[in-house]
C-alpha cells in the first residue's frame, strides 16, 4: 500500500449529478436575489432598530401625554360647538325666549307690544360680529359684566340691530339697572339682565347679554 | 465588499481572466467537495459544505490572481466550514454518520489507505490530503492553512506515523 492507493481511492469520491444540479440551480436562485446581506449585517440593522424603538418609544409616549394633558385643559367642545349648543339654551330659557316674552307682552305689559320684531331677535355673535379678544375679556363675572355693560352702552351691534329695525335711538340710551341672572359657576353661560332707557323715552327697555368664553349673543326684550 | 456584486452578471475573476460563478463551480465544485468529504466523511454533509463555500464565494466576490489562488481560496474556505462543522453545538452532541469507502470500485489497498487517513484526527487529515491529493507543498500549505511551515511538516510526519501505525506498517507514503 502507499500514497497512490490513497490517491486513486479519493478519485472515486465525485458529486452527483443531482447535486450539482442542485447547487447550479441554488447558485442561480441566490444571484436572483441581488446578493443576501450576511446574517450579521442584518443583525446590527435589527439591533439599531431595536435602539431607536426605545429611544423613540419614551419620547412618543410622553408627546402624547403632553398632548392628552392640554386636550384635558381645553374646554370639552370646540368653539363653534359651543355656540351651537348656547344658542339653543338660550332658546330655552323662558327669560330669553321671544316667545316668552311675547306672552309677557300680552299680560299687560302693553308697552312691550312694539318690540315684537325686535324681541325675537335673538342674535348670535355671528350677526354680531363678536371677536374673540372682547370674549376673553369676561372671563370673570366682574369683567363679564363690565363687558356686557360695554355692549350696551357702545355696542354697535345693537345699535345697527335697532338700525335696522327702526326701534331705538341707542346713542341716548341709558342703564337703569343690571342684574346678574346666571353665571359659569352654575355651569351656565353669563346672562346679564339691563333695563335700559332712552332718554327722551318712556318705556323701558330690558335688554339680556349672555356671554361666555367663547361668544356672546345679545338678546332683546 | 459583502454583497457587492451578486448580480447574475457577476464574474469571478481570476487575473485577466473572468468566470461566471457556474464555470468556477464545475471547474472547482469537484475539488471542494472532495477535500470537503475527506474532512467530514459524509457525503449529506460535504455536499452542504460545498455549496456555503460556492455562496461564501459569491457574496464576497474577492479579486483573484489567478485560477489557482481561486482554488486554494476555495480550499481554504471549505477547511474552515469544516472546522466549524466539527465544533458546532450540533455535531458535539451527536454522532454523524460516517461514512467508509468500501465501494465496489475501490481495491481493497485503496480501501484500506482511505479509511486510514478519513480515521486521523482533523488536524493531520487535512494536511495529509492537501499534500497527497491536491499536491501543495509544505510551503503553500502554510500560506493557505495560516499556520507555520514546520507545524504543516510535523503535522504531515505525525500523520504517517499514524498511518504507518494504522496499517500495521503495510503502507509507504514516501
Redesign the interface.
Same mark, same amino acid.
Given at each position: 500500500m502507499n500514497k497512490n492507493d490513497y490517491i486513486s481511492a479519493m478519485q472515486h469520491v465525485k458529486m452527483s449529478e443531482e447535486f450539482k444540479a442542485e447547487t447550479l440551480k441554488k447558485l442561480a436562485e441566490t444571484s436572483i436575489e441581488g446578493g443576501k446581506k450576511p446574517i450579521y449585517f442584518k443583525k446590527y440593522i435589527m439591533a439599531a432598530a431595536c435602539v431607536l424603538i426605545m429611544l423613540a418609544a419614551p419620547i412618543a409616549i410622553g408627546s402624547y401625554s403632553k398632548l392628552n394633558m392640554a386636550k384635558s385643559a381645553l374646554p370639552m367642545a370646540a368653539p363653534q360647538d359651543r355656540a351651537i349648543q348656547s344658542a339653543p339654551a338660550a332658546a330655552k330659557s323662558p327669560m330669553l325666549s321671544g316667545a316668552a316674552m311675547a306672552e309677557n307682552a300680552d299680560g299687560g305689559a302693553g308697552e312691550k307690544a312694539d318690540l315684537a320684531t325686535n324681541e325675537k331677535a335673538a342674535l348670535n355673535s355671528e350677526e354680531f360680529g363678536a371677536s374673540a379678544e372682547n370674549v376673553q375679556d369676561a372671563a370673570s363675572p366682574t369683567a363679564a359684566l363690565d363687558h356686557a355693560r360695554e355692549l350696551v352702552l357702545n355696542g354697535g351691534a345693537y345699535k345697527e340691530t335697532a338700525d335696522k329695525t327702526g326701534g331705538y335711538n341707542i346713542d341716548a340710551l341709558e342703564i337703569i339697572s343690571e342684574e346678574l341672572l346666571a353665571d359659569e359657576a352654575n355651569g351656565k353661560d353669563n346672562i346679564f339682565k339691563f333695563t335700559v332707557r332712552e332718554k327722551n323715552a318712556d318705556l323701558p327697555l330690558t335688554l339680556y347679554v349672555a356671554l361666555d368664553k367663547n361668544e356672546w349673543r345679545f338678546l332683546l326684550d | 465588499m459583502? /454583497? $457587492? #456584486? #451578486? @448580480?447574475?452578471n %457577476?464574474f469571478v475573476h481570476c487575473g485577466d481572466e473572468r468566470f461566471t *460563478?457556474?464555470a468556477v =463551480?464545475?471547474k472547482y /465544485? +469537484?475539488t471542494v =467537495?472532495?477535500a470537503a468529504? %475527506?474532512f467530514v466523511k459524509n457525503t449529506h454533509d460535504a $455536499?452542504d459544505i #460545498? +455549496?456555503e463555500v =460556492?455562496?461564501s464565494l *459569491?457574496?464576497t466576490m474577492p479579486l483573484f490572481e489567478s485560477g489557482e489562488h481561486c482554488k486554494a481560496w476555495l480550499l481554504h474556505a471549505a477547511a474552515n466550514r469544516c472546522k466549524s462543522f466539527f465544533k458546532s453545538a450540533w455535531q458535539r452532541k451527536t454522532t454523524g454518520i460516517e461514512e467508509n469507502?468500501p465501494?465496489e !470500485?475501490? #481495491?481493497q !489497498? $485503496? /480501501?484500506? &489507505? %482511505?479509511n486510514a &487517513?478519513s480515521a486521523l484526527p482533523l488536524k493531520y487529515r487535512e494536511v495529509i490530503?492537501l499534500y497527497?491529493?491536491e499536491g501543495y507543498k509544505a510551503k503553500e500549505l502554510a500560506l493557505l492553512l495560516h499556520m507555520p511551515q514546520n507545524t504543516v511538516l510535523s503535522r504531515l510526519s505525525r500523520g504517517r506515523g499514524l498511518l504507518k501505525d494504522a496499517?500495521k506498517g @503495510? =503502507?509507504?507514503? $514516501?
Open positions: - | 459583502y /454583497g $457587492e #456584486t #451578486t @448580480d447574475t %457577476a *460563478m457556474d =463551480f464545475l /465544485g +469537484q =467537495f472532495r468529504y %475527506a $455536499e #460545498t +455549496q =460556492f455562496i *459569491m457574496r469507502f465501494d !470500485s475501490f #481495491t !489497498s $485503496e /480501501g484500506a &489507505v %482511505a &487517513v490530503y497527497y491529493i496499517l @503495510d =503502507f509507504d507514503i $514516501e
